[in-house]
């Protein structure tokens, strides 16, 4: 199994502002993924992130307003930015593919709340 | 294009019953299927997966099985408990990543 930790847990924000969430995992992936969780909702894919590689976004999701980056094996980080109200949800990193596993494993999740 | 859809939405049941969830999905191109379940304002825990060869996936009171020609799954929980309340989300895998349902909440009452 993977351990995957996430931060911040929770934040408020502020309309306008950004926020940078951090991922990190305890083995090397090559894919990590970026979900949100709406209120109610079920997860939807933002996007894969590949090391040394340029992040690819579902449909729905551009880079300027989720750059994501990903500057290594263990690490990731979504930037919610210009955020509003809209934006409020459960961000969530997930990655597979460890010990040649397909089994998806899922970070805590970061709650985002936008004023 | 995708699409999971789960039955029920919710489901209220007393301690010690055997009840079934359900899962469909519109394409049968699948590479697997994974039940998990989410806690509230939690992230998600993996509880099965199965590969599209195979028909069925155990692991202690939970068993999940597979019709990947008529895409449909079911996650059987016997002999409930107040512990296993919580929201079950599946999700399929074929040439994108991860598609979810929007989950069946499950309560389990003492």
């Known amino acids: 199994s993977a351990v995957i930790s996430q931060k911040p847990s929770r934040d408020i924000c502020q309309r306008g502002t950004s926020l940078t969430i951090q991922c990190q995992v305890d083995s090397q992936v090559t894919m990590m993924f970026w979900y949100r969780q709406q209120p109610g909702q079920s997860l939807t894919l933002i996007a894969t992130?590949?090391?040394?590689?340029?992040?690819?976004?579902e449909s729905g999701f551009v880079i300027d307003k989720f750059p994501i980056s990903r500057p290594n094996l263990t690490f990731s980080t979504l930037t919610v930015s210009n955020m509003s109200p809209e934006d409020s949800s459960i961000y969530l990193c997930?990655?597979?593919?460890?010990?040649?596993?397909?089994?998806?494993?899922f970070g805590p999740g970061t709650r985002l709340t936008v004023l | 294009k995708q699409e999971v859809t789960q039955i029920p939405a919710a489901l209220s049941v007393p301690e010690g019953e055997n009840l079934v969830l359900n899962c469909s999905f519109t394409?049968?191109?699948?590479?697997?299927l994974q039940w998990f379940r989410q806690d509230p304002g939690k992230g998600l825990t993996s509880l099965l997966l199965?590969?599209?060869?195979?028909r069925e996936q155990t692991s202690g009171r939970l068993n999940a099985s597979l019709d990947k020609s008529s895409g449909r799954s079911t996650l059987y929980i016997a002999a409930s408990q107040p512990g296993d309340s919580a929201t079950y989300l599946c999700?399929?895998?074929?040439?994108?990543?991860?598609?979810f349902g929007k989950g069946t909440r499950l309560s389990v009452i003492a």
């Open positions: 394409d049968s191109a699948i590479y697997n």
């Open positions: 999700a399929v895998r074929g040439n994108t990543p991860l598609v």
């Open positions: 992130a590949n090391q040394g590689s340029e992040a690819t976004y």
């Open positions: 997930s990655v597979d593919g460890i010990a040649a596993s397909d089994t998806q494993y």
């Open positions: 199965i590969q599209s060869s195979q």
